[in-house]
C-alpha cells in the first residue's frame, strides 16, 4: 500500500499507544504537522516554545511512564528542545521526539559527496544536523537518509526507548521525504535481538537475598529510593514493604 510518509509515522504512534504530541509548527516539519494534526487518535497542544514541548513530554511520562511524541521542526526548532531532552535522559524519562529537516539534498550529509571530504556546516536555508548534538542525550538519533529505512527506525527507537533503562529518542526526516510516498508492504523491520543482547541481566534471587540481609544486619537502616522504582512498575509493591517494615526513606 502506498501512504505519505507523515501518515505512516503517525500511524505508528498510534498504533504504539501515543494518545499525545506536543509541537511548535514549522515548514520543515509541515508534512508532520499535517499528519499528527490531523490523525483521529492523536492530540497535539501547540506550545509557544520547543522547550515547553520537550518539559510537557518529560512530565507526562512521569505522571504514568507513559511516552509523548515531540514535533519540532528543523534548525532552532530543534535546539530549542535540547534541555527537556536532556533532563530526560538525566532522569531516565522516555520520549520520542521527531523533528522535521530541510530537503535531503540540500543537507550537509548529501553535499559532502561533492566536497572531497571537507564537512560543511549548512546547506539549506535553517539547516542544522541536530543529530550531532541530541545523540550524547538520546538512546538513539538518527536522520532518515532512506525513506525505505522509516519502520526500521520507528521500531527500533520505539523499542529502545522503552526497554533497560528509559530515556529519549530522536528521528530527523526530512521535510521532502515526510511528503513523499512510501510502499509500506515492503518496509524492512526491526528485529530487537540485535540490542536485546546488550541488555543487563534481570535482577535474580541472589542479589535480593543479599539486599534482605542487610537490611536485617542494618542498626539504623534505612532506604535510599530512585525513581527506577516507578519506571519499573514497582510503586506500589516498594510502598507495601515500607508499612510493613516501618523503614525511614529517603529520596533524591
Same mark, same amino acid.
Not at 516539519?29 to 497542544?45: E, Q
Not at 516554545?49 to 518539559?55: P, R, S, T, W
Not at 535546539?79 to 550537509?108: C, E, H, K
Given at each position: ?6 501518515? #505512516? ?31 483521529p487518535?492523536?492530540?497535539v $497542544? ?6 515547553a ?10 505522571l504514568?511512564?507513559?511516552?509523548a511524541?515531540?514535533?519540532?521542526? $528543523? ?5 530549542n528542545? @535540547? ?6 535522559? @538525566?532522569?531516565?524519562?522516555p ?5 522535521g529537516?530541510?530537503?535531503?539534498d540540500?543537507t550537509?550529509r548529501?553535499?559532502?559527496q561533492? $566536497? ?8 539549506g536555508?535553517? &539547516? ?9 542525550m ?12 522509516i519502520? #526500521? ?5 520505539w523499542?529502545?526507548a522503552?526497554?533497560g533503562r ?9 521535510v521532502?521525504?515526510?511528503g ?5 508492504? $515492503?518496509?524492512g ?7 536485546d543482547a ?13 539486599v534482605l ?13 530512585? #525513581? ?8 506500589e509493591?516498594?510502598?507495601s514493604?515500607? &508499612? ?7 529520596? #533524591?
Amino acid at each position: 500500500m502506498k501512504q505519505r510518509l507523515a501518515d #505512516y509515522v503517525a500511524d505508528f504512534l498510534a498504533a504504539h499507544g501515543v494518545t499525545d504530541v506536543f509541537s511548535v509548527v514549522g515548514g520543515g516539519a509541515m508534512h508532520l504537522n499535517d499528519a499528527l494534526g490531523h490523525h483521529p487518535a492523536l492530540h497535539v $497542544t501547540y506550545n509557544h516554545h520547543e522547550q515547553a514541548c520537550a518539559m510537557a513530554a518529560e512530565a507526562y511520562a512521569r505522571l504514568d511512564n507513559h511516552i509523548a511524541a515531540v514535533c519540532v521542526t $528543523t534548525g532552532p526548532g530543534g535546539t530549542n528542545a @535540547l534541555t527537556g531532552v536532556l533532563g530526560g535522559w @538525566l532522569d531516565s524519562i522516555p520520549m520520542f521526539v521527531i523533528s522535521g529537516q530541510v530537503r535531503y539534498d540540500t543537507t550537509a550529509r548529501y553535499a559532502m559527496q561533492y $566536497t572531497d571530504g571537507w564537512p560543511l556546516r549548512a546547506v539549506g536555508d535553517q &539547516e542544522y544536523d541536530i543529530v550531532k548534538s541530541v545523540a550524547p542525550m538520546t538512546k538513539y538519533a538518527v536522520m532518515i537518509e532512506d525513506p525505505a529505512t522509516i519502520r #526500521y527506525h520507528l521500531e527500533r527507537a520505539w523499542h529502545l526507548a522503552t526497554t533497560g533503562r528509559p530515556g529519549p529518542v530522536w528521528l530527523d526526516i526530512p521535510v521532502n521525504f515526510q511528503g513523499g510516498y512510501i510502499e509500506t508492504d $515492503t518496509l524492512g523491520g526491526y528485529d530487537p535481538a540485535e540490542d536485546d543482547a546488550r541488555l543487563p541481566p534481570p535482577v535474580g534471587e541472589d542479589v535480593i537475598q543479599t539486599v534482605l540481609d542487610k537490611i536485617r544486619k542494618a542498626k539504623r537502616p534505612v532506604f535510599h529510593a530512585g #525513581y527506577g522504582i516507578r519506571l519499573s512498575g514497582g510503586y506500589e509493591a516498594f510502598r507495601s514493604v515500607l &508499612e510493613k517494615l516501618q523503614i525511614p526513606v529517603v529520596t #533524591y
